[in-house]
């Protein structure tokens, strides 16, 4: 099982740019999560799915936006990137709300 | 609004030298509280699911316990391969709520 694959791993984009991280899972999880983290700043949810078709907001969900039309993928995409979203973003999944499975991350600057 | 505050932010250990890290948490109505390890470049690892007051759970080196307010993970006998930044969260209806976690280091 390849658990939980996000893409790219890096990427660097201009302002005002936008893009797709991809993020699936083959552990046919209904839970899903993409989080945002900065240095020091610990994990911050930015959107989250119970199942597909059903998409909530996080904490931070400004200049996002996100879709679930299938169990397996949980797309983030960013619109008119700004160099507030430089971070490090991680998709998880879960069948149990807390034991959440994490990709390796995509590390994104914008500049 | 449910919160997590861990202590210290970093800390800096002799391999051998036991030591706590502190997970203070509000919630209402606590359904859980849940260690993560952080390994540096990587995504969070499940550790430890805690529910109850005075429940315990260890793995190897690491024991964690909960009380009504806070949690510690108590490592003992470090290894340098302990070293790692550790994720306490608690949930909050259909989502964890992390702390900033505490950054170990463990010097040979």
């Known amino acids: 099982n390849a658990g939980v694959t996000q893409t790219p791993k890096f990427r660097i984009l201009k302002i005002g740019q936008s893009m797709t991280l991809q993020c699936t899972q083959d552990m046919n999880h209904n839970y899903m999560y993409w989080y945002r983290q900065d240095p020091g700043m610990g994990l911050k949810l930015i959107y989250y799915?119970?199942?597909?078709?059903?998409?909530d907001k996080g904490e931070v969900p400004n200049g996002y936006n996100v879709s679930r039309s299938t169990t397996e993928d949980f797309p983030l995409r960013l619109e008119l990137a700004a160099p507030s979203q430089t971070s490090v973003y991680f998709c998880?999944?879960?069948?149990?709300?807390?034991?959440?499975?994490f990709g390796p991350g995509t590390r994104l600057t914008v500049t | 609004e449910d919160q997590v505050t861990q202590s210290p932010e970093a800390l800096r250990l002799q391999e051998g030298e036991s030591s706590s890290l502190n997970c203070s948490y509000t919630?209402?109505?606590?359904?859980?509280l849940f260690w993560y390890r952080q390994d540096p470049g990587k995504g969070p690892e499940f550790l430890f699911t805690?529910?109850?007051a005075g429940e315990e759970k260890e793995k190897e080196r690491l024991k964690a316990t909960l009380t009504k307010k806070e949690s510690f993970l108590h490592i003992t006998a470090p290894k340098p391969e302990d070293s790692a930044t550790y994720l306490c969260?608690?949930?909050?209806?259909?989502?964890?709520?992390f702390g900033k976690g505490t950054k170990l280091t463990v010097n040979p």
């Open positions: 799915s119970v199942g597909a078709g059903i998409t």
């Open positions: 998880a999944s879960s069948s149990r709300v807390y034991e959440q499975y």
């Open positions: 969260a608690v949930q909050s209806l259909e989502k964890l709520v």
């Open positions: 919630v209402s109505g606590l359904r859980g």
């Open positions: 805690l529910y109850s």
